[in-house]
């Protein structure tokens, strides 16, 4: 029997399941040869197994990469009413975008020409949603629901969900990873768990120096040998096991018990995932060269070996956010990321993966089609494009429509909680029975609302 079984048998009989009752139905499993981290079935047959978020931090403008709008040429400099719409700053009349569209592949998808690696040899593998919108126009909030679906920082992330309603296919690494430079504005809270046991929450690791032995602090035991240490756990855990029983089964500390395993399955098994250096020249060279490429190899490495979630930071502040110099903002952000994109949806087509694995492209949101100051977008929560690749998603097709500005979401408008379903459907869960019990009521990912997005399903 698993979670879901187990849960909607304590449904029907009333029995409440919040932090206590899950870590219960955990340990019995546990007792049954399971564990937390274990492959559960989905509730449906999944098309994707594994999600990588190419996350670009601070918003990308959707005018000046997959959403062309031939009237920003017409109308440039001057601020009809429908371009008159608020945002987080005061802005001038509109911009024309500072690059060429090129129609790409056999099914002539618009991309940008700052993305010429992506355009020549992906265009017809991405599934452009332009119709994108979300809540506010402030970095911070819409961080928290582009990563966790609601604006404070009180709900896990999606990939906790992912591994709560997934498990994981590798009990060696963790079952989340997130590769992000440095922090973002509000960090943790991101890839964090929350009311989730504290298993599901993600690890997260400083990718500004990819050396695998490295890379996660303390991973290797200079002093005991592998049987000393299985030794030594084997002890802890045993005294560890008396502690949780007469402390009421504390997930906390149920979550440190499994870290602890985890830990020392991994001394061997990241060190030898992180090691880049491991693939032939050939693969190397796919991706280029510099921090996010790297990045994408591991991402790639990490799938192939059961991962089910790698979320990846472009930058670890605001990279994206062009509210001066857009022109070479825009363009250098591209040309650090263009080739390395690229090279893991080829790499993933290579190794037979690009089928099972979904990857989500975009930022927290869009920028405005007007100017700020002399030659910078604003902030726009009211329309922006994110793509989508692989993982059961129709390829070379653009889903969805903003305004003849490319101001706001017009046309099959998608929310985040929207994207956030289909994700899930993808994977095999419905989104509206993957929920956890906390403070009384029952929570999910998609909150009460999302509607999956059937029209870009292959």
């Known amino acids: 029997m698993n979670i879901f079984s187990r849960r909607e048998m304590l449904a029907k009989t009333g029995t409440g399941l919040g932090m206590l009752g899950l870590a219960s139905v955990l340990a019995d499993e546990a007792q049954a040869g399971t564990n937390p981290l274990a492959e559960k079935r989905t509730h449906f047959p999944a098309r994707a197994k594994h999600v990588i978020h190419l996350f670009m931090n601070g918003g990308p403008s959707q005018v000046d990469t997959f959403d062309p709008k031939p009237e920003l040429e017409k109308y440039h400099g001057k601020k009809p009413p429908a371009s008159d719409k608020k945002t987080e700053r005061r802005t001038g009349g509109l911009m024309k975008s500072p690059y060429q569209f090129k129609k790409s592949g056999k099914s002539g998808l618009p991309i940008s020409d700052i993305y010429p690696n992506l355009a020549k040899y992906c265009a017809d593998d991405l599934c452009v949603i332009r119709s994108m919108h979300t809540d506010v126009p402030n970095h911070e909030p819409s ?22 309603g997934l498990g994981s296919e590798n009990q060696n690494l963790p079952g989340f990873v997130v590769l992000c430079p440095g922090s973002p504005v509000v960090g943790p809270a991101l890839w964090g768990n929350r009311f989730l046991p504290g298993i599901y929450q993600g690890c997260h690791i400083n990718n500004s120096r990819l050396d695998p032995k490295n890379i996660i602090r303390h991973i290797q035991n200079g002093q005991l040998g ?7 756990l084997d002890l802890l855990q045993q005294l560890n096991q008396m502690h949780l029983e007469s402390n009421d089964r504390d997930p906390k500390l149920e979550a440190r018990i499994q870290s602890l395993e985890i830990a020392f399955r991994m001394q061997t098994s990241a060190v030898e995932a992180f090691d880049i250096n491991k693939e032939p020249a050939n693969v190397r060279d796919l991706y280029g060269k510099g921090q996010f490429a ?20 472009h930058g670890g502040g605001q990279p994206w956010d062009s509210h001066g110099d857009l022109e070479k903002s825009h363009r250098n952000l591209a040309s650090q990321s263009d080739m390395a994109i690229a090279g893991l949806i080829r790499d993933l087509k290579r190794k037979g993966m690009l089928e ?9 949101f869009g920028r405005t089609p007007t100017t700020e100051g002399k030659d910078g977008r604003d902030h726009n929560n009211h329309g922006f494009s994110v793509w989508l690749a692989g993982g059961g998603v129709r390829g070379g097709m653009a889903y969805g429509a903003t305004d003849e500005f490319g101001f706001a979401a017009v046309e099959n408008k998608v929310h985040v909680h929207d994207l956030h379903a289909t994700i899930l459907h993808l994977m095999g869960l419905d989104h509206t029975k993957l929920t956890y019990r906390y403070s009384g009521r029952d929570f999910r990912l998609t909150d009460v609302h999302g509607e999956v997005v059937k029209a870009i399903i292959a």
């Not at 961080?143 to 709560?164: A, E, H, I, K």
């Not at 790297?294 to 192939?304: H, I, P």
């Not at 099972?356 to 927290?364: R, V």
């Open 143 to 164: 961080l928290l629901m582009m990563t966790s679906g609601n604006t404070q920082p009180l709900r896990p992330s999606m990939g906790s969900w992912l591994l709560y």
């Open 226 to 232: 592998e049987q000393t240490q299985r030794d030594q």
């Open 294 to 313: 790297d990045a994408c190899m591991v991402a790639s490495r990490l799938v192939e070996r059961g991962v089910r979630m790698v979320q990846i930071y």
């Open 356 to 364: 099972d694995t979904l990857i989500l492209w975009g930022g927290e």
